[in-house]
């Protein structure tokens, strides 16, 4: 096999099945007219070096090939600045879940202020390439068709999110679609397939949060209704016309969170704040902390519970009158 | 940084980009194949490199601008390009679209 075979051997590695004869038999005519023209310009044959300089200079298999792909690129300028939005949001969500239960050990004493620091830059860094990498090949799919996206990139001016009014009271795509994504990457956590950022609160030297057994009970319903939520924020994001179907979705969701609300009110203590041999006035502080920390979770849980409530009113409301506030078409 | 000759270089490309089509199609008004149109090209001032000339053959024909067939010629096989009928009308419109183009530049930047 002299040069020319194995170069073209490798550019029809490289290409579709269906083109791969047709193109190669083209690329030999081509190559074999540019060394037939070297040879006119020298007079003589060329030699082994000279013929690899002209094969060079035509361009490496794997760019050679690529000429004849059907998409050039792996993110098309269409849906590059969707893709770069996207990116922005996910490394705004890698920072806040890294950062908050590192915040919190921090303040528990279990982690000193260095420490704390590599853990974050570690912690970042690893969830934010995982969610760069995730989302880079959602964007690949759906460059090549492979995902289908429907409407969802058919947008309306009503969509968009209300920057300059703060009180705006319509959930938007834009809500929904980093509703999914932050409802997605819990049940992750909570279903163990990727590790929790609260592990790193448990264990630590000194005090350690420890969840009480309600959470071990709940662990099914809390799943379920994290399922039920993302389905919701799903219909919400695909069909957002679809009004009546999203307000039965969110009562659901919103009694679901009701009865979990009542069953973690009922259940009593939620985290205990364990100590790893504390005595004497350390022991008193873990106590105090233990009090701050039921009072606070109560007061949360108590306020979740008026959350769902009005939530619950106003799904119905929606779901027989089957139009939205006119807030939500002002947009 | 890019240099302000990176900076030509990159417009002078954009600007070539689409007139090369045109340039392609009006010379395949007489049928050629892939080496004797770059050169025809050429020897009217127009360079073309190769990496961009076949694959925007293999494009325009699958877009049924032209056609094209294989025959053998001093001993080889080649493949000769020719423009389609459709490939004739979509030239016609585009030579109009240039033509208007180029007044209204003459005027903007004479």
């Known amino acids: 096999m002299d040069l020319l075979d194995r170069y073209l051997a490798a550019v029809a590695a490289l290409l579709p099945r269906a083109q791969r004869e047709d193109i190669v038999a083209e690329l030999r005519d081509i190559l074999l007219n ?5 040879e006119a310009e020298r007079g003589r044959p060329l030699e082994a070096s000279e013929r690899e300089a002209v094969l060079r200079a035509f361009g490496h298999p794997i760019a050679v090939a690529g000429r004849y792909g059907a998409s050039r690129t792996l993110i098309g300028p269409e849906l590059y600045p969707f893709y770069i939005f996207a990116v922005k949001g996910l490394l705004i969500l890698a920072a806040a879940v890294t950062a908050i239960p590192l915040v919190i050990s921090i303040l528990l004493g279990g982690e000193d202020a260095a420490r704390g620091l590599a853990h974050f830059l570690s912690g970042f860094l690893t969830t934010a390439m995982t ?5 880079t090949m959602v964007a690949a799919g759906i460059e090549r068709g492979w995902i289908p996206v429907g409407d969802l990139l058919d947008w309306k001016v009503a969509d968009l999110p209300n920057l300059g009014r703060p009180a705006r009271k319509t959930k938007t795509r834009f809500e929904a679609a980093f509703e999914l994504g932050i409802l997605l990457l819990f049940i992750c956590w909570w279903t163990g397939l990727v590790a929790a950022p609260w592990a790193l609160i448990v264990g630590q030297q000194g005090v350690f949060l420890a969840a009480a057994p309600i959470w071990t009970t709940l662990h099914l319903p809390i799943l379920a209704l994290a399922v039920l939520q993302a389905m919701a924020s799903l219909v919400t994001l695909a069909r957002p016309d679809a009004i009546r179907v ?6 659901l969701a919103d009694l679901g969170g009701l009865a979990l609300i009542a069953a973690l009110w009922t259940a009593g203590r939620l985290f205990t704040v364990a100590p790893s041999g504390a005595a004497g006035s350390k022991a008193a502080d873990i106590a105090g902390l233990q009090a701050s920390l039921d009072l606070s979770f109560h007061l949360t849980v108590g306020v979740m519970a008026v959350v769902f409530l009005s939530k619950i009113a106003v799904a119905v409301w929606r779901l027989f009158r089957g139009v939205e506030r006119p807030a939500l078409v002002a947009g | 940084m890019p240099t302000d000759a990176d900076i030509f270089e990159t417009l002078r490309q954009e600007l070539r980009r689409g007139t090369l089509i045109l340039a392609v199609l009006a010379q395949l008004k007489v049928e050629r194949y892939g080496y004797s149109l770059r050169q025809a090209l050429a020897e009217v001032g127009l360079e073309i490199d190769e990496g961009a000339l076949y694959p ?5 024909e ?3 601008l032209l056609t094209s067939e294989w025959r053998e010629e ?3 096989k080649k493949r000769f390009y020719r423009l389609s009928a459709e490939g004739e009308a979509v030239l016609v419109r ?3 679209e240039w033509r208007a183009m180029n007044d209204t530049l003459q005027n903007l930047i004479r």
């Not at chain 2, 925007?56 to 325009?60: A, V, Y």
């Open chain 2, 56 to 60: 925007m053959l293999r494009r325009l």
């Open chain 2, 74 to 76: 001093d001993k080889r």
């Open chain 2, 94 to 96: 585009l030579s109009d």
């Open chain 1, 34 to 38: 540019r060394l037939e023209e070297k």
């Open chain 1, 131 to 135: 969610l760069i990498g995730a989302a």
């Open chain 1, 246 to 251: 999203r307000a039965c979705l969110d009562i």
């Open chain 2, 62 to 64: 699958s877009q049924g």
